[in-house]
């Protein structure tokens, strides 16, 4: 018998309106996220899980709209959570 294998997709966790973090297991490719209840600009952050540190600039973002998570800052392609508040 093989080993099982699961395969676990991009999990968010939010506040809408307020904070919102994204688990993406694979950033090969990231997505876009809804930010439509959300008024004004957020900063969107890069924590590396495998670090334990966030990495790169952090950009500023306007709400109301959908937005694109981008890329990470480095090791594209790895597990990354991007925190957007």
Do not use: H, M
Not at 8 to 14: E, L, M, T, Y
Not at 61 to 80: A, C, E, H, Y
Request: glycine share 12%.
């Amino acid at each position: 018998r093989g080993r099982q294998r699961y395969e676990i997709g991009a999990q968010v966790f939010a506040r809408p309106g307020a904070v919102y973090a994204v688990y993406l297991p694979d950033t090969t490719t990231t997505g876009r996220i809804d930010l439509l209840d959300v008024t004004g600009t957020v900063e969107l952050s890069w924590f590396n899980p495998r670090r334990g540190r966030f990495e790169g600039d952090a950009v500023s973002v306007r709400g109301g709209k959908k937005v694109s998570l981008g890329s990470p800052p480095t090791d594209v392609g790895q597990d990354w959570v991007v925190l957007i508040k």
